[in-house]
């Protein structure tokens, strides 16, 4: 499967829709927030890492809400 690159815009708007689903102050939406805003590799890899251990309908859910 490949590997999808998300820009920094997008990575704000997805932490505004985990804010929205999961709260603002969710470690995934901390994270998001955190590498939207610096660019850091490690803070993306960080971000990525956290998003993908949420449970599949929050993911879901935010990635519907990034679609609209």
């Known amino acids: 499967m490949?590997?999808?690159k998300i820009d920094r815009e997008a990575m704000g708007r997805l932490a505004k829709a985990l804010a929205f689903i999961c709260g603002a102050d969710h470690p995934t939406t901390v994270a998001l927030k955190?590498?939207?805003e610096?660019?850091?590799e490690k803070d993306?890899?960080?971000a990525?890492?956290?998003f993908l251990?949420?449970?599949s309908g929050d993911r879901r859910a935010a990635l519907t809400m990034l679609a609209d």
């Open 2 to 4: 490949e590997e999808v």
């Open 34 to 36: 955190a590498a939207a």
């Open 38 to 40: 610096s660019g850091s």
């Open 44 to 46: 993306i890899a960080k």
């Open 48 to 50: 990525r890492r956290l």
């Open 53 to 55: 251990g949420l449970k």
